[in-house]
């Protein structure tokens, strides 16, 4: 199953100028409405922490394996022009094809809750070090200009449609189905003769993670047309909901 380095602001010195709080505190705000998301969507994670810094978060996914680097930031206009630039811009490396997908998709979807549409771009860049030195795929998207006082608004007053639209530009990403999160459910696996075969995606000729045993125990994040998103100790995947029982 995919796996993301997700990498919000740490930069808690960038304020809001509704004085609702940071940079940091809001795209932090963000990536947690994401993670049910992620979860209920079988797409592996792991995220940096508000003490990192953005050296620190390319290290420590430098040193992991994951199928793309998503960092989340807002933006903020030139002092000549404080306050007054709106926009979204989702950056990716030159050359970089499935980084430039990425940013495509992410921008995408953002575009269909943005209220000035045109203003979602795509952009190339070698001067962020967050899209330039993973060793993966990486995407850095500017949400909006916390300087200016209704892309601010705009920020705050939908945390939860931009975590939908960044999954939903995800799934797209690695081609998986959209699924809402849902409440989290055990299952245990019923079979007669053999096991549960865990695949990688909701089709009976994806490849197989590995078989479930009968009466295994499975945490259920989502479903999708007779499909479980299934956890099953550190794998995740997808498993025929026929065979699980659930409460």
Known sequence: MPKIYLSPSTQDWNPYVTGSGSEEYHMNRIADALVPYLMSNGIQYSRNRPEMTAASSIREANAGEYDLYLALHSNASPESRAGQERGIIVFYYPGSAEGQRAAELIAGELKQIYPLPDKVTTRTTTALGEVRQPRFPAVLAEIGYHDNYEDALWIEGHTEA??????????????????????????????????????????????????????????????????????????????????????
């Open 162 to 247: 931009i975590s939908q639209q960044l999954a939903r530009a995800l799934t797209a990403y690695f081609g998986l189905p959209f699924i809402y999160p849902s409440p989290v459910r055990e299952g245990i696996v019923t079979v007669r003769d053999g096991t549960l075969n865990l695949r990688a995606a909701p089709d009976p000729t994806a490849s197989i993670l590995t078989g479930l045993p009968d009466g295994a125990a499975v945490a259920i994040y989502g479903e999708w047309e007779g499909w479980y998103v299934v956890h099953y100790g550190e794998l995740v995947g997808y498993a025929a909901a026929a065979y699980i029982e659930t409460e």
